[in-house]
């Protein structure tokens, strides 16, 4: 496993702190939000974009994945506005060389997704990036992702994004969520909560998210890719900085890396 930290937990920070913060706490990868606020987006000129990825590789990071707000499956956006978005992030996906660009689902209609995720694969498996369909909102758990993903059938070029957090509130239990999104997984995003129904983010291991559960079956499987810490404090601004955070995510990657990368 590999270790990555979103920026969405570092609000308010420009590239050069995000970067510090994420080399001090044993990552190897940045999870870029896309958003003007943090400085990264696809309006970015390709000089920008240059200068975004030398400071990152520079300090020996990598691009883990760019967290995009595509809505794959949202009926009340026009195909062509949501194909022509995600294209556009998928373009900076590449320029980063990040492995891809995540989505949400944002409506509950797998055809919906499919056809649009049809429609940008061609050329994301060109650039050699992927979509990364996150267990969230109207499809929050591993189940309904993997039925948009069978459908879609581009492995080349559309995978699952296993938010350990949202099908587990659902109702799903890591072992189902897992047995569903296996032959799709490409990404994983940890993070603690209060409850089910207080997402309200806290240290790892003190809260109730199944999070030994999912790291055993994840060490079983054999999972060896990113592991994104998602610290939500750009929601939630009263909890601890992710600097405090950091040191238990990295340790909870040391636990459940499989037994070849130990």
């Known amino acids: ?44 000129a390709a000089e920008e974009r240059k200068a975004v990825l030398r400071q990152i590789t520079d300090a020996g990071l990598t691009v883990a994945a760019l967290a995009g ?28 060389e990040a ?6 689902p944002r409506g509950d209609d797998p055809a919906v997704g499919a056809r ?6 061609d050329e994301a498996a060109a650039l050699g990036v992927r979509v990364f369909v996150e267990t969230h909102d109207k499809m929050a758990t591993g189940a309904a992702v993997a039925r948009l993903l069978d459908l879609t059938g581009r492995p080349d070029a559309a995978v699952a994004l296993w938010d350990l957090l949202h099908p587990w509130r659902h109702g799903e239990s890591p072992a189902q969520s897992l047995a ?27 809260g109730t998210v199944p999070l030994e559960e999912a790291g055993e079956l994840l060490r079983a499987h054999g ?3 990113w592991v994104s810490l998602e610290w939500e404090r750009t929601w939630y601004p009263q909890v601890a900085p992710v600097e405090e955070i950091l040191p238990g995510a990295a340790a909870w990657v040391r636990r459940h890396a499989p ?3 130990s």
């Open 223 to 225: 999972y060896d890719g």
């Open 1 to 44: 496993m590999r270790l990555a930290v979103s920026t969405l937990g570092m609000p308010g920070q420009d590239l050069t702190s995000s970067i510090s913060i994420a080399a001090a706490g044993e990552c190897e990868g940045l999870e870029l939000r896309l958003h003007p606020d943090t400085g990264v987006h696809a309006g970015l």
């Open 180 to 206: 569903a999104l296996a032959p799709h997984l490409a990404y994983v995003q940890v993070k603690d909560a209060v409850s089910a129904t207080d997402t309200t983010p806290v240290p790892m291991g003190s």
């Open 69 to 96: 707000y595509v809505g794959i499956c949202d009926s009340g956006v026009a195909d062509t506005d949501a194909v022509e978005a995600l294209l556009a992030d998928l373009r900076l996906a590449a320029d980063l």
């Open 259 to 261: 037994a070849a990368a």
């Open 116 to 121: 649009r995720l049809c429609a940008v694969a």
């Open 99 to 104: 492995q891809g660009v995540r989505v949400f």
